[in-house]
């Protein structure tokens, strides 16, 4: 049951808190979130489980998953404040792949290829492609050249293909010439994943 | 603040789960604001025939009630309702403050309407001894009790033991007979746990007891009880196909306690062990030849009612033999292929935890009561047309 703890932004701690305290603090808290950080929601009344993620949905943020902790009765959710700029498919970055196609390749590859997962932490914890490098965008600049190989094919995804285009131009202004933005992203990919969510037998965000 | 000016501030109260049940079945009219989210709502809501309800989760109404505002009629009574009354008093409030009169929220939620028992006189039996059904609105479960000469059994138990202590010492009688008709799997039974507490015997259908790990006495074919000091008889009738062990119970010759096997507007289904295809036989013979040969007069009062349209008069869920012979679709099924394909394929989904359920009521697993409610939360689903 030892799960590796999530980053997150912020913590909120609404354990004991009956309905509808979880969400109005939630609700409260997140408005204090710049766009894209990640709080995690500790709650023990378990119809938050269901109200959040409807909750998330309504409103635009992005439920990211719930983990419950031991015997305890705890739960953690996850919820990625949503960033406007995200709505908005306005790439710059020329080079870019598909999904689609990157599973192809993936399938083709006879050396394992280096797919770069620029989202944050939690994200990436609930569901990542297998094998994927996790480097948050905020950290890209930071890590590259320690962590990267500039003469590698990257490939770089997100959640819908707008940080890794950020990522992407970044990568080639410090001279990664192989670097390619996955369009679409993750929620773009229908390949194999690991993570949380992924041994939990595959359970979908809104059951 | 100047809001406030020209909108007085209204009261809002409680509604106890009872003041609903009697409102659902005397037929009343009743506007409920469920708050819920949409999922739930869609899964499990309060039907009734006066009861108009409309789905407005209360996180869309952080900002301000205004969009229920919008949706509640100008007047008459409104009961917002929410799992367990937090969110509904939060909503009932603001409400309130926007001056809306006759507001009222449901007291613990659906929590407490999935608990709440009706109690509903069925009919007098020999010697004076008297029928009555124990109506669970929230859920569809129907319970009984049959009393005479000071004393009761009570079958079909639900987990609430107390309603039916507390019901038979105000009637002056002791629990002598607690009677399971079969190994349920979409509530936990209080049949074990209502002999212990009052020194009854508990009766089981020993086919569905195979792997039960508690001492019980077994239901048997024709083997009959009695209850009291009169000839007053409960004469178990074997009658497979929802579970294995299935047993009907004929009542003083007058009424038919048809467990999962028969309802008023559906038929049982055979899937909930896992063996669907080899009870679909056994319920086929059940409903077209035991059932069939019986006498057409007898009241049938099943474990179960899905749709609020089964509440009769008074709200008792209760039918003529005879006329569901005319009128239930499930015995209506000409041929055997045609039967079985109704009661295999396409069925509604299983009810909520129904796996867990069932190894409960065989005494494998120990629950806390909240971990019991929580797993019985939603619709019963255990007639073949629930969907």
Known sequence: MTQPSIRANTILDCQGLACPMPIVRTKKAIESLIPGEVIEVQATDRGSLADIQSWAKKTGHHYLGTVEEGGGGMLKHFIRKAASSEEKQDLSYPHTTTADQLQKLQADAITKLVVLDVREPAEYAFEHIPGAVSIPLGELEHRMNQELDSNTAIHVVCRSGNRSDIACQMLSEAGFSKVHNVISGMSGWTGAVEGIRAKEGGRANHE | ?387
């Open chain 2, 1 to 387: 603040m100047n809001d406030f000016t020209n909108q007085q501030i209204q009261a809002y109260k409680p509604m106890t789960p009872a003041e609903l049940a009697s409102i659902v079945m005397n037929k009343q009219e009743l506007y409920i604001l469920d708050v819920r989210n949409e999922e739930d709502y869609s899964d499990w809501r309060i039907e009734g025939h006066g009861i108009t309800s409309a789905n407005l989760p209360y996180f869309d109404l952080l900002d301000g009630v205004e969009p229920a505002l919008e949706l509640l009629p100008e007047q008459g009574d409104v009961l917002v309702v929410c799992a367990k009354e937090g969110s509904s008093i939060f909503v009932a409030e603001r409400l309130a403050e926007s001056g809306r009169s006759s507001i009222t929220y449901l007291q613990g939620g659906m929590k407490a309407w999935s608990e709440h028992l009706e109690p509903v006189h069925i009919g007098k039996l020999q010697d004076g001894g008297d029928l009555y059904q124990f109506v669970r609105l929230g859920k569809g479960c129907l319970s009984y009790m049959v009393l005479s000469g000071g004393e009761a059994a009570v079958i079909d138990s639900l987990r609430m033991t107390v309603v039916y202590k507390q019901f038979a010492f105000s009637r002056g009688a002791r629990i002598t007979h607690t009677i399971d008709t079969h190994l349920h799997a979409d509530h936990i039974s209080g049949g074990r746990a209502l002999a212990e507490e009052t020194g009854a015997t508990y009766y089981l259908p020993s086919k569905d007891a195979d792997e039960v790990v508690f001492a019980y006495s077994p239901l048997e074919h024709r083997s009959e009880l009695r209850v009291g000091s009169t000839d007053l008889a409960i004469q178990p009738i074997y009658s497979p196909g929802h579970t294995i062990g299935s047993t009907s119970l004929i009542i003083d010759g007058q009424y038919l306690i048809s467990g999962d096997i028969l309802f008023v507007e559906s038929i049982g289904r055979p899937d909930l062990a896992g063996k669907s295809g080899y009870w679909a036989g056994h319920l086929r013979t059940t409903l077209y030849d035991t059932y069939a040969a019986l006498p057409k007069k007898l009241i049938v009062l099943p474990a179960h009612f899905s749709k609020y349209t089964e509440l009769g008069e008074g709200g008792k869920v209760a039918a003529k033999l005879g006329d569901l012979f005319e009128s239930n679709p499930g015995l209506h099924f000409t041929d055997e292929d045609t039967f079985r394909k109704a009661v295999t394929e396409q069925l509604p989904p299983q009810p909520n935890d129904y796996e867990r359920i069932r190894q409960v009521n065989m005494g494998k697993e120990t629950l806390t009561q909240d971990e019991q409610r929580d797993m019985e939360i939603g619709p019963n689903r255990c007639a073949i047309h629930d969907n």
